[in-house]
């Protein structure tokens, strides 16, 4: 078993000081900042935690070790898990305190997460904002044998094709690691197409509309024919709205392909070939056949990679709802083939 999103949080803006130069340990202090004010989950939201995952002392969930490992790592005797640390820096408007903090927690996570239980991988945590200062961060820590990924939202200030992000998709081949899309962000723009919604749950529900921008996107502007390794895994973005997105693709190419010459093949290879999405959360069909539809319908028996998204909680659980149903060699490639494959693991 590999699972591909576990979340790691900071306990706090104080637990980050030993990480930070003393003028930023001072500037915290004097003017009482807490962290990120934006987070991508309202704290007491039921997808938020799932029960028995907030710590006793009242640190936020899944920012204990103790509690990773005796409810995610050792009961499913997974074998590695994916970090993936929400700690939103792209909401963060001096670039200056943006870069010092995403510096401040990989080391945070070095120190207090990969050094300490080597079934961990760690996800870099980039000022994504600031696409050099990304670059720059990465080639940093990107060496560091626990990390395998870089962390990025899935809602940001411009689509991820844009050439202003290209060095930071130079640094994430160079360094021979995953670009992680993640659900959320908070790049101060609506998260949704037409303007802002009234409640977390239009938000939540719309976030496959800003997973299929970022993947159109990057797919038109030719990243994957100017980065023909990069490897890109869209987390807790659901599945289900990924064949008919890819149909729709498809053949608009091949109506407008002349407009964006660059793109030589049908969309649908490029996503194939480069893309991979983690099965949490399970937005399939409850009948066996409609699900195994579904993945047929993707046209690949690699793109799927487990998660537990732990803390968070779901409606249905991927080993209960999803694998039990489909053929062992299947289930097994979801399980851990597909993403020891992608990580390098």
């Known amino acids: 078993m590999i699972d591909a999103d576990v979340h790691n949080e900071v306990p706090n803006a104080q ?5 930070l130069a003393e003028y930023w340990i001072e500037h915290i202090t004097n003017t009482l900042f807490k962290g990120p004010t934006e987070p991508y989950y309202p704290p007491d939201s039921p997808v938020a935690a799932r029960p028995g995952s907030r710590p006793a002392d009242k640190i936020p969930p899944g920012s204990s070790l103790a509690l990773i490992q005796e409810q ?4 499913a005797d997974v074998q590695y898990a994916v970090l993936n640390c929400l700690y939103a820096i792209d909401s963060l408007h001096n670039p200056d305190a943006a870069v010092a903090l995403a ?3 990989n080391d945070w996570q070095i120190a207090e997460w990969l050094d300490k239980e080597p079934r961990l991988r760690g996800s870099i945590v980039v000022p994504s904002q600031l696409p050099s200062a990304a670059a720059r961060e990465i080639d940093r820590v990107g060496g560091h044998p626990g990390f395998v990924q870089v962390l990025l939202p899935a809602r940001a200030q411009h689509p991820y094709g844009n050439r202003l992000f290209h060095p930071l998709w130079e640094a994430i081949t160079r360094n021979d690691l995953v670009a992680g899309i993640h659900f959320g962000g908070a790049p101060g723009n609506p998260p949704t197409p037409s303007g802002w919604p009234s409640f977390f749950f239009e938000e939540y529900v719309g976030m496959a509309q800003v997973f299929a921008s ?10 994957f024919d100017q980065f023909p390794s990069l490897r890109v895994a869209l987390l807790e973005a659901g599945f289900t709205w990924l064949p008919a997105h890819m149909w729709r693709f498809d053949k608009e190419w091949r109506n407008l392909r002349r407009l964006v010459p660059w793109v030589k093949r049908p969309p649908s290879e490029y996503i194939r070939e480069h893309v991979r999405v983690t099965v949490q959360p399970l937005d399939a069909p409850r009948d066996a056949q409609s699900l195994l539809q579904v993945i047929d319908q993707l046209g690949s028996e690699d793109m799927l990679l487990y998660a537990s998204d732990y ?12 694998l039990r149903h489909l053929p062992a060699p299947l289930a097994q ?6 993403a020891r494959a992608w990580y390098r693991l």
């Open 15 to 19: 637990a980050l000081f030993p990480y």
């Open 72 to 75: 995610v790592l050792d009961p």
């Open 103 to 105: 510096s401040a927690v």
């Open 214 to 223: 970022q993947l159109t996107s990057m797919v038109s502007e030719g990243v």
């Open 311 to 322: 803390p968070h909680q779901h409606a249905a659980e991927p080993e209960s709802a999803l």
């Open 333 to 338: 490639k979801i399980r851990g083939d597909n």
